[in-house]
C-alpha cells in the first residue's frame, strides 16, 4: 500500500481513528463512539475485498448499500463521514456501495459535488473498485461528466437514471440520451447498469428499452437495478436478460427474485442492517431465514412509513451517535424526533438495538 493513508474522522468529538498503511500501523482515540463502528472500520483496511458468488462472468451480485449522503452545516457534502460510512458498510457485507441515487439524495446536489465528493473518497483512500455511483440527472451533458469522472476514478461501474421530467420520451430518445452521455463522457471502458425507478424518474426501463439499450451499445450494459418494489418486474426483467445482474431495490422482493435468477439488492436499508441482508441474500431459502425476512419487513416498512430516506438518516444518527447524520438537503428536513422515536421503536422490536448505552 505504501504511503497511501486512510484517515476516519468527524465520527462523534473527540473521536478519531487513523489507519497507516506503512507497516499497518493503528492510531485509536475514542469516548463515546460505538466501539463496532471503529472495529468495523479497521477490519475492511486489512482484508482483501470481498467478492461475491459470481453470475456467469460478473461480480456484479449480492448486497450493494445505496448510500445515505451526510450533509455538512453548510449543506454539502460531507466526505469525511461519508467515507467512515462506505468502509463500515462493505465490513459488514456489502458487495459495494453505490453514492449518490435517491437514498443518496442525488438529485439535490450538483455534478461539481458529486465529482468533488468522489475525489475526496479516493484522496482519503478509499478503494473505489468498490464504489458504483449514482448518475442522476436529465442532462446529457452532465452524466457524461459524471460517467467521465467515475471511469477515470477506476470505480467499479456507474448506475444511470434515465433522463428525468419528459415523460413522453420515446425509447429511441432515451437510447439518443444515452449515445450522448457517453460520447460526452469518451466513450470510457464502464459498465453500465440501469435504474429502473419509474416512480420518480417517470421512465420505465421496459424489457422492449433494454433492448434497444443493448442493441446499441452491447455488453456494456451489465446490469438493472428494479425499484419499483414488485416481484413480477424483477423477474421479467431476470428471465427476459439472463446476462444482466438484475438487483431489486426492497429487501422484501430479495428471496423470492433470487429463486428467479436475480443477483441480489441495490437498496437503502444496508445503511443499517447490511449484516442481516448478506445473511439473507446468502441462505434466501434455508430453514432459518424466516426470522430475518421477517425482521426485514419490518423494518422496511418503518423506515418506507416515515420518510424513507430521512428515518434511515435518524437512525444512523443515533446509531453512530452524531446527530450531524440526521441533516438532508433542502428541499428535504430532517425526520421530526417524535417519527423518529417511532422507527426506532419497531425497529427495536426486530431485536437491533438504535439508541446504544451511552
Same mark, same amino acid.
Not at 478503494?127 to 458504483?132: A, E, G, L, N, P
Not at 441495490?266 to 434455508?286: C, T
Given at each position: 500500500?505504501?504511503?497511501?493513508?486512510?484517515?476516519?474522522?468527524?465520527?462523534?468529538?473527540?473521536?478519531?481513528?487513523?489507519?497507516?498503511?506503512?507497516?499497518?500501523?493503528?492510531?485509536?482515540?475514542?469516548?463515546?463512539?460505538?466501539?463496532?463502528?471503529?472495529?468495523?472500520?479497521?477490519?475492511?483496511?486489512?482484508?482483501?475485498?470481498?467478492?461475491?458468488?459470481?453470475?456467469?462472468?460478473?461480480?456484479?451480485?449480492?448486497?450493494?448499500?445505496?448510500?445515505?449522503?451526510?450533509?455538512?452545516?453548510?449543506?454539502?457534502?460531507?466526505?469525511?463521514?461519508?467515507?467512515?460510512?462506505?468502509?463500515?458498510?462493505?465490513?459488514?457485507?456489502?458487495?459495494?456501495?453505490?453514492?449518490?441515487?435517491?437514498?443518496?439524495?442525488?438529485?439535490?446536489?450538483?455534478?461539481?459535488?458529486?465529482?468533488?465528493?468522489?475525489?475526496?473518497?479516493?484522496?482519503?483512500?478509499?478503494?473505489?473498485?468498490?464504489?458504483?455511483?449514482?448518475?442522476?440527472?436529465?442532462?446529457?451533458?452532465?452524466?457524461?461528466?459524471?460517467?467521465?469522472?467515475?471511469? /477515470?476514478?477506476?470505480?467499479?461501474? =456507474?448506475?444511470?437514471?434515465?433522463?428525468?421530467?419528459?415523460?413522453?420520451?420515446?425509447?429511441?430518445?432515451?437510447?439518443?440520451?444515452?449515445?450522448?452521455?457517453?460520447?460526452?463522457?469518451?466513450?470510457?471502458?464502464?459498465?453500465?447498469?440501469?435504474?429502473?425507478?419509474?416512480?420518480?424518474?417517470?421512465?420505465?426501463?421496459?424489457?422492449?428499452?433494454?433492448?434497444?439499450?443493448?442493441?446499441?451499445?452491447?455488453?456494456?450494459?451489465?446490469? @438493472?437495478?428494479?425499484?419499483?418494489?414488485?416481484?413480477?418486474?424483477?423477474?421479467?426483467?431476470?428471465?427476459?436478460?439472463?446476462?444482466?445482474? @438484475?438487483?431489486?431495490?426492497?429487501?422484501?422482493?430479495?428471496?423470492?427474485?433470487?429463486?428467479?435468477?436475480?443477483?441480489?439488492?441495490?437498496?437503502?436499508?444496508?445503511?443499517?442492517?447490511?449484516?442481516?441482508?448478506?445473511?439473507?441474500?446468502?441462505?434466501?431459502?434455508?430453514?432459518?431465514? /424466516?426470522?430475518?425476512?421477517?425482521?426485514?419487513?419490518?423494518?422496511?416498512?418503518?423506515?418506507?412509513?416515515?420518510?424513507?430516506?430521512? =428515518?434511515?438518516?435518524?437512525?444512523? =444518527?443515533?446509531?453512530?451517535?452524531?446527530?450531524?447524520?440526521?441533516? /438532508?438537503?433542502?428541499?428535504?428536513?430532517?425526520?421530526?424526533?417524535?417519527?423518529?422515536?417511532?422507527?426506532?421503536?419497531?425497529?427495536?422490536?426486530?431485536?437491533?438495538?438504535?439508541?446504544? /448505552?451511552?
Amino acid at each position: 500500500m505504501g504511503a497511501a493513508h486512510f484517515l476516519l474522522s468527524g465520527i462523534s468529538s473527540p473521536a478519531k481513528v487513523s489507519a497507516c498503511f506503512d507497516g499497518w500501523t493503528l492510531q485509536q482515540e475514542t469516548t463515546d463512539v460505538n466501539s463496532d463502528v471503529i472495529t468495523d472500520c479497521i477490519s475492511v483496511l486489512t482484508r482483501p475485498i470481498r467478492r461475491t458468488k459470481p453470475l456467469a462472468n460478473s461480480d456484479l451480485s449480492g448486497i450493494i448499500c445505496a448510500s445515505v449522503t451526510p450533509v455538512s452545516p453548510q449543506f454539502s457534502i460531507d466526505a469525511g463521514r461519508l467515507a467512515m460510512h462506505c468502509t463500515r458498510l462493505l465490513s459488514q457485507g456489502c458487495s459495494f456501495v453505490s453514492t449518490f441515487g435517491t437514498t443518496g439524495e442525488g438529485a439535490s446536489f450538483s455534478t461539481n459535488e458529486k465529482i468533488a465528493a468522489l475525489r475526496a473518497l479516493a484522496d482519503a483512500g478509499a478503494d473505489m473498485r468498490s464504489q458504483i455511483p449514482s448518475v442522476m440527472t436529465p442532462s446529457s451533458d452532465e452524466a457524461g461528466r459524471m460517467i467521465a469522472e467515475i471511469a /477515470a476514478l477506476g470505480c467499479r461501474g =456507474a448506475l444511470v437514471l434515465p433522463p428525468f421530467y419528459y415523460a413522453s420520451a420515446s425509447e429511441e430518445g432515451i437510447v439518443a440520451f444515452f449515445e450522448r452521455a457517453l460520447e460526452r463522457a469518451g466513450h470510457p471502458d464502464l459498465d453500465i447498469l440501469l435504474y429502473n425507478i419509474p416512480q420518480f424518474s417517470r421512465i420505465t426501463f421496459t424489457p422492449s428499452l433494454v433492448r434497444k439499450l443493448i442493441a446499441r451499445f452491447g455488453d456494456r450494459i451489465v446490469g @438493472i437495478k428494479d425499484s419499483t418494489g414488485k416481484l413480477e418486474s424483477g423477474v421479467e426483467l431476470a428471465e427476459g436478460f439472463p446476462q444482466l445482474s @438484475i438487483f431489486t431495490g426492497d429487501d422484501r422482493v430479495l428471496p423470492s427474485l433470487l429463486a428467479r435468477g436475480g443477483a441480489g439488492m441495490i437498496g437503502g436499508m444496508p445503511n443499517v442492517f447490511s449484516k442481516d441482508l448478506r445473511a439473507l441474500y446468502e441462505a434466501p431459502g434455508a430453514e432459518g431465514s /424466516a426470522p430475518l425476512k421477517a425482521n426485514a419487513a419490518t423494518r422496511i416498512e418503518a423506515v418506507d412509513g416515515n420518510g424513507a430516506l430521512l =428515518a434511515l438518516k435518524a437512525v444512523l =444518527a443515533a446509531f453512530y451517535k452524531d446527530k450531524e447524520w440526521a441533516r /438532508a438537503m433542502p428541499p428535504l428536513m430532517a425526520l421530526a424526533p417524535e417519527r423518529a422515536s417511532v422507527v426506532f421503536d419497531a425497529i427495536e422490536g426486530t431485536g437491533f438495538a438504535v439508541r446504544t /448505552a451511552a
